[in-house]
């Protein structure tokens, strides 16, 4: 094997590849990420074509490693290990990205999507997710490990009217932030638990709830009442969306579908738009959560609905861990939370939830 520190064509490669750092690094100034993402690309792509040319050997990311980080001493980006997934971004981006989202992003999303992310159409669209709403690294990988573009990407299985309910651009952008099924197995509550204990672990784990739901919802109450021709209604959550521009009623069931369930939340949603909604706001969208549903039921129930619902199931788990138990609340804690009052204290009980 060649010692590569004396190979002139190497060393016409190493001086090359300094010299294209040291303009990427005064691009930077205005563009950092830009400018390090797709100097990254085109370091990745001249690895690739160096190897197949070169008789360079084994040992040739070990030594671009060494060089580089001799000549710039404290950069941390040219590791063996970094060299590696340069060469594999720009495998997996054959074309140029001077075009492409995936160039907006930090290098450290990109390294987590090209290592966690096989498929190239579920890798573009985690790269669009994050580009738009601004994703930390962190959220961004909880949301592959719960297989966020299976459940909100793909939009063949969901259940919604919001394309014939919603005017455009919002019946877009809706139907881009519902989810099916939701992942609730962040809270400290298994598949047995009853509304209240649900509703009651979502409203303590308000943070990471608003992970899972996504950007934009701002909580407004849970048990929320507005009170109609002197009786009062109870909505399980409602919540503000920001980008939509509309209350967002979120109806809680831990039963499996049922077709009566879409108009009881078809009347919540009237009611919001008739007494909260300003002439600003969009129409108001319902989600309806449910232990378990038949799409074809659910797909019937909303064809004569004028309210946007969408209908989704939920996950929990299956047993609670034991350091999770510590955190399930007591019957007299989820009553005093939930401000629900018992069919012995209220004569309109009927109007209870």
């Known amino acids: 094997m060649k010692q590569l520190s004396i190979d002139s064509e190497y060393q016409a490669f190493i001086a090359e590849t300094k010299k294209r750092y040291r303009d990427a690094q005064l691009k930077a100034v205005s563009a950092v990420n830009e400018q390090m993402i797709e100097f990254y690309w085109d370091l990745g792509n001249r690895i690739l074509e160096s190897q197949k040319t070169a008789q360079w050997g084994s040992n040739f990311l070990a030594q671009i490693s060494a060089d580089m980080r001799r000549d710039f001493p404290g950069t941390k980006g040219f590791s063996v290990s970094n060299l590696e997934r340069m060469r594999k971004f720009a495998r997996l981006y054959p074309e140029s990205i001077s075009a492409q989202a995936v160039r907006k992003i930090p290098w450290g999303h990109i390294v ?28 961004l990988t909880i949301q592959i490990e719960q297989e966020l573009y299976d459940r909100q990407g793909k939009s063949t299985h969901k259940v919604t009217n919001f394309y014939e309910r919603l005017p455009s651009p919002q ?5 881009q932030l519902f989810k099916d099924p939701y992942d609730f197995r962040f809270l400290p509550v298994t598949e047995e638990a009853e509304e209240q204990e649900i509703e ?6 308000l943070s990471k709830l608003f992970i899972e739901l996504g950007t934009g919802f701002a909580y407004m109450g849970n048990q929320y009442k507005i009170t109609v021709d002197k009786k009062d209604f ?14 967002f009623v979120v109806e809680l069931k831990a039963t499996e579908f049922k077709p009566e369930y879409v108009g009881e939340l078809n009347f919540y949603l009237s009611i919001v738009d008739g007494y909260l909604k300003s002439p600003e706001d969009n129409p108001s ?13 659910a797909e019937y129930a909303l064809k004569r609905t004028d309210g946007a619902i969408g209908i989704a199931e939920y996950r929990l788990l299956h047993e609670l861990p034991k350091e999770l138990r510590k955190d399930l609340p007591s019957t007299k804690i989820l009553e005093s939370k939930l401000g629900k009052k018992t069919n012995s204290d209220d004569s ?3 109007n209870q939830k």
């Open 112 to 139: 987590v999507l090209i290592e966690q992310v096989k498929d190239p159409i579920a890798r573009e669209w985690y790269v669009n997710n994050t580009f738009k709403n601004g994703i930390a690294r962190s959220v």
């Open 234 to 247: 109870f909505l399980d959550m409602l919540f503000y969306h920001v980008r939509l521009r509309c209350y």
């Open 200 to 205: 009651h672990s979502m409203v303590s784990n």
């Open 285 to 297: 969208i319902g989600l309806l959560l449910c232990k378990k549903k038949s799409k074809l039921i």
């Open 348 to 350: 309109d009980a009927e």
């Open 171 to 175: 019946s877009d952008l809706a139907l």
